[in-house]
């Protein structure tokens, strides 16, 4: 699952996925996200943007670790701030990547949370 606000960023990460054979969900806020999950979607990891309107990743995160069914999901911060490091300690997730995002680092985490192919 992609959560970011900039559709050119989340459309990218999904497309680049998507050429890889994994199936990707696409939402631009927190609240999407926590719809689509607790509507039965289970990603094998979460891209999650911090700065985002209506649920910010932080609200996003608090949420869903107070959510017993939500909460094992593994997240990934994505995040252009500088102290991106910091800021994944703030929210309880070990992994980051610092936009703008490298390839590489996009697949290497996927890969490692997901597998070869499979679901995002």
């Given at each position: 699952m992609?959560?970011?606000?900039?559709?050119?960023?989340?459309?990218?990460?999904?497309?680049?996925?998507?050429?890889?054979?994994?199936?990707?969900?696409?939402?631009?806020?927190?609240?999407?996200?926590?719809?689509?999950?607790?509507?039965?979607?289970?990603?094998?990891?979460?891209?999650?943007?911090?700065?985002?309107?209506?649920?910010?990743?932080?609200?996003?995160?608090a949420e869903q670790t107070k959510d017993e069914a939500l909460k094992a999901l593994p997240v990934v911060i994505i995040s252009g701030d500088g102290s991106t490091d910091q800021k994944a300690a703030d929210v309880g997730v070990s992994e980051y990547l610092r936009k703008p995002l490298e390839l590489s680092a996009i697949l290497e985490v996927v890969r490692r949370h997901c597998g070869g192919r499979g679901r995002t």
């Open positions: 992609v959560v970011d606000d900039d559709a050119d960023i989340r459309d990218s990460i999904g497309d680049i996925l998507e050429l890889r054979g994994y199936r990707v969900a696409r939402v631009s806020n927190g609240r999407e996200a926590l719809d689509r999950l607790r509507d039965g979607t289970r990603p094998c990891v979460i891209l999650l943007d911090l700065m985002m309107p209506v649920l910010s990743g932080w609200e996003f995160r």
